[in-house]
């Protein structure tokens, strides 16, 4: 029982390059989100889908894309990182009907 | 505007002390009221949550008291532990798709 995995769990990223973070949930939960973490700031919201083929933005969307092609799998893109986009981004999911939300390991990303 | 303001930002209590941590929200829309744990390295783990209709929640050491008309809620951890010494986020949960606002965070060490 994995619950919420990240790949990856490091990356680094010169300016101007673009890389997709994957998130997978085996919980088989309708809703999925992605949030980034930087210090003083708590976790802030950026995509979320409240189902298959579906997005939707949340506090801080401008930079990133998101994509939910299958219900297990909620991808973050960045097409041109920016150093401003160094963080650590958490993937959560969360069941219909239930308040609860699991969270992935964290993929910390820096941009030089 | 940060719509949840959590404090302090760190603390320090000793083994067998009373933690709290205080939180104050301004959307009223927000219709639970959770607190997350997160280890380093680790992605946040819901600790307790409450409802905005109940003044107090008890899970073993862990208690939460909310003040709906004063739109504050806080976290009491009771003969605090080392292994209590984490980051612990405040949040509010916008109902429909369980979209979570965070607090800044706290971070605790409890010191044996």
């Known amino acids: 029982n994995a619950g919420v995995t990240q790949t990856p769990k490091f990356r680094v990223l010169k300016t101007g390059q673009s890389m997709t973070l994957l998130c997978a949930q085996d919980m088989n939960h309708e809703y999925m989100y992605w949030y980034r973490q930087d210090p003083g700031m708590g976790l802030r919201l950026i995509h979320y889908s409240v189902g298959e083929g579906t997005t939707a933005k949340g506090e801080v969307p401008d930079g990133y894309n998101v994509s939910r092609l299958k219900k297990q799998n909620f991808l973050l893109g960045l097409e041109s990182a920016a150093p401003s986009q160094t963080s650590v981004y958490f993937c959560?999911?969360?069941?219909?009907?239930?308040?609860?939300?699991?969270f992935g390991q964290g993929t910390r990303l820096t941009v030089v | 505007q940060q719509q949840v303001k959590q404090s302090p930002q760190s603390l320090i209590v000793q083994k067998g002390g009373i933690s709290i941590i205080n939180c104050a929200y301004e959307?009223?829309?927000?219709?639970?009221f959770p607190w997350y744990q997160q280890f380093p390295g680790k992605g946040p783990a819901l600790l307790i949550a409450?409802?905005?209709?109940?003044s107090e929640k008890k899970e073993g050491r862990f208690t939460i008291s909310f003040n709906k008309s004063a739109k504050q809620f806080s976290l009491h951890i009771m003969d605090s532990q080392p292994g209590d010494s984490a980051t612990y986020f405040c949040?509010?949960?916008?109902?429909?798709?369980?979209?979570?606002?965070f607090g800044a965070g706290t971070r605790l060490a409890v010191h044996p």
């Open positions: 409450i409802r905005p209709d109940v």
């Open positions: 959560a999911s969360s069941r219909q009907g239930y308040t609860e939300a699991f």
């Open positions: 949040a509010g949960l916008q109902g429909g798709y369980n979209k979570l606002i």
């Open positions: 959307n009223t829309a927000f219709d639970y």
